[in-house]
């Protein structure tokens, strides 16, 4: 680990060597499914990484990635070396946070959080998935601006057209119009890693099992790629969704907090 900052017992520091950054993220490999995958050449370059060592051994990590806007801060490990990366080595001021229940206390030492959104991290065994056919395409960057109104209209919140080039996208067409689409956060296939995400469909082509559809046809091209572990997130109290992806073969693995928040200026408590 690069010479970084001491807090006690831990010395914390800037991480660039993709091998040690993997073999931490490896140790909760489904939880950190999506830091893997920021790994891939074009991702890692919007990365900052940093974390903490006791004794030789590193116990936790901070990502920050600024491909996104509010930029995405994962946290992972040992809550007093996440308290010594964020007093002394990584520390954005404005994220997009997520961290596991337990970190919640030292996250708000050093952050104000807009909201705090319980999520589960959802993971699909291939030999599990059970796919549901119906008609829909496949997206091109083509329908990039499309997808950008669809979103608009109140989902896909993680969606930049950049993902379209690298990523895996399908849609329902009505009278030539998008209506309805899902698709991936992120694919590393160098990794065997996806994210699905980006599922939405216009409230007035509800209740038609679009969303079942169009997120079937995603997950079957990822498998199609080689990809094994596929993952995506879903608020807890969204039943609905839960009970599509459910539907499909996915699984809860693990419960997390997410959302937007804002580090701590001196008249916060």
Known sequence: MPAGGRRGMWKTGKLTDKSQ???????????????????????????????????????????????????PLLLMGDVGGLRAIL?????????YLTCRTEHLPVTRDFYVWDRTIPMW???????????????????????ADQLAELYALGGGDAFNPTQMQ?????????????????????????????????????PDHRGRGYATVTTSAVVAELLRRGIHDVVLNVG??????I???????????????????????????
């Open 87 to 95: 007093e002394e080595t990584l520390c954005p001021e404005r994220v």
């Open 166 to 202: 690298r990523g895996v996208f399908y849609g329902v067409l009505a009278d030539g119009q998008l209506v309805a689409a899902a698709g991936t956060h992120l694919v590393g296939l160098t990794y065997s890693v996806a994210a699905v995400g980006n599922v939405f469909t216009h």
């Open 21 to 71: 950054i993997l073999a931490f993220l490896e140790t909760d490999r489904l939880y950190a499914a999506y830091a893997i995958g920021d790994l891939e050449p074009e991702m890692f370059a919007r990365s900052a990484w940093a974390g903490a060592e006791r004794d030789g051994r590193m116990e936790a990590l901070v990502l920050h990635y600024t491909g996104l806007e509010p930029p």
């Open 243 to 269: 009970h599509i992806y459910e539907r499909l073969g996915f699984e809860r693995y693990c419960p997390f907090l997410e959302g937007p928040a804002s580090k701590q200026t001196e008249g916060d408590s």
């Open 236 to 241: 807890q109290e969204n039943e609905s969704a």
């Open 121 to 143: 991290r959802m993971v699909l065994q291939p030999a599990r998935f059970r796919p549901v056919e119906g008609d829909c395409v496949q997206l091109t960057p083509a329908y």
